[in-house]
């Protein structure tokens, strides 16, 4: 069984800064992907970012330049830094991962985090 949780989500202020962990465990054999993403209230789940096994990244319009994906491949855990937030930014925001377990080591399975709320004021 493998687990993810959330942690870093919150209310801030528009041009504030939060941080996003999320750390996967349990029967873990080999993460590859690791991602976060959002969906506001009345809309559909979106992209934020991702990130390999071996740190190459992929950022939605909306996040380049403000946002930083990264992980701790040791810690099984992915960050997400976000700078001069927005209203708009306002988000539940899911961590993804696809995970391959130690009863099938090369199988990769995606799962998701419970999400966490980061509210922007205006």
């Known amino acids: 069984q493998v687990q993810l949780v959330e942690t870093g989500g919150g209310l801030v202020q528009a041009g504030g800064s939060l941080r996003l962990s999320c750390a996967a465990s349990g029967s873990i054999f080999s993460i590859n992907v690791m991602g976060w993403y959002r969906q506001a209230p009345g809309k559909q789940r979106e992209l934020v970012a991702t990130i390999t096994s071996d740190s190459r990244t992929n950022y939605a319009d909306s996040a380049k330049g403000r946002f930083t994906i990264s992980r701790d491949n040791a810690k099984k855990t992915v960050y997400l830094q976000m700078n001069s937030l927005k209203p708009e930014d306002t988000a539940v925001y899911y961590c993804?991962?696809?995970?391959?377990?130690?009863?099938?080591?090369?199988?990769?399975?995606?799962?998701w985090g419970q999400g966490t709320l980061v509210t922007v004021s205006s």
């Open positions: 993804n991962t696809w995970v391959a377990g130690t009863d099938e080591r090369y199988r990769y399975l995606e799962r």
